[in-house]
C-alpha cells in the first residue's frame, strides 16, 4: 500500500471533532486517501404543507449536502516498518477513531447518569462536538456522521483486524443549521465564498473558451 518513490506527497483528508475532553480520540487522518467520494446535493424546501404557489422561485437555504466514501485501513506497511501500535491492535486503533464519532465521550455518560440518579427531571442528551470534513484547503465544512458500514477482512493471530474498509456516510451542516455565533455557522459560510468564487472563474472560463472556439470556427469556415 506505499505510494510509489518519487510521487508527489499528497495532503490526507480527515474527520476532526472539537472534543476537548478527548481530543485525540476524536481526530481521524486517513491512512489512505478515498479513490472517490460521491456528493449529493437537494434545494432546501418550505416546511411540509406549506408551499404555494409564489414559494416555486424561492430560495429556502443552502443546499442539503450529503457525501459518501470509502476508507481503506491497511496494516501492511506497519506490520513491515515493526510499528509497535500496529503490531499490537493491528488497524483496530484506527477503525475506533472513526466509530467515537458516533459516540458520546464517557465523562458525559457518567454525568448525564449522576443527574439522573440526583433526581432531575429532565436531562438533555449531551451536545456532541463540532465535527468537520477535512478534505484539502479548499473544502473544510462541518459535517455530521450519519453512518459507519465496516468491513474487517484480515485478521492477526489475536484476531485484531489488519485490513479493513469504511463506507462513509456524512451530511454537510450550513448557516442554516447553526446559530450566527457558532463556528460552524462560519465555517460553512466561508466555504460557500470558496464555492461562489470558483464558479465565478469557472463561469469565466467557460465563456472565454466558447468565444476563442467560436472565433476559430469562423476563421476556418472563412479561410
Request: no cysteine; hydrophobic share 45%; charged share 15%.
Amino acid at each position: 500500500m506505499s505510494s510509489f518513490p518519487g510521487s508527489p506527497r499528497v495532503m490526507a483528508g480527515a474527520i476532526v471533532a472539537v472534543e476537548p475532553t478527548a481530543p485525540l480520540a476524536r481526530i481521524a487522518v486517513f491512512q489512505y486517501n478515498p479513490d472517490e467520494v460521491t456528493r449529493s446535493l437537494r434545494p432546501r424546501g418550505p416546511t411540509a404543507g406549506t408551499a404555494s404557489a409564489s414559494d416555486s422561485l424561492r430560495v429556502w437555504g443552502a443546499a442539503t449536502e450529503t457525501v459518501t466514501m470509502t476508507v481503506e485501513l491497511d496494516a501492511t506497511d506497519g506490520l513491515e516498518a515493526g510499528d509497535a501500535i500496529t503490531q499490537v491492535m493491528g488497524v483496530a486503533g484506527r477503525l475506533a477513531v472513526l466509530e467515537m464519532q458516533l459516540y458520546p465521550t464517557t465523562a458525559q455518560v457518567i454525568a448525564r447518569t449522576a443527574l439522573t440518579a440526583a433526581g432531575v427531571i429532565e436531562v438533555l442528551p449531551p451536545t456532541a462536538p463540532l465535527t468537520v470534513l477535512v478534505w484539502g484547503p479548499g473544502r473544510v465544512v462541518p459535517v455530521r456522521v450519519d453512518s459507519l458500514t465496516i468491513r474487517e477482512q484480515a485478521f492477526d493471530t489475536l484476531l485484531n483486524p489488519i485490513r479493513a474498509a469504511v463506507d462513509l456516510s456524512l451530511t454537510v451542516l450550513t448557516y442554516d443549521d447553526f446559530s450566527p455565533t457558532d463556528v460552524g455557522f462560519a465555517m460553512s459560510l466561508v466555504h460557500q465564498v470558496q464555492q461562489e468564487v470558483r464558479a465565478t472563474v469557472g463561469g469565466l472560463a467557460g465563456i472565454a473558451a466558447a468565444v476563442a472556439g467560436s472565433a476559430g470556427v469562423s476563421v476556418s469556415v472563412g479561410g
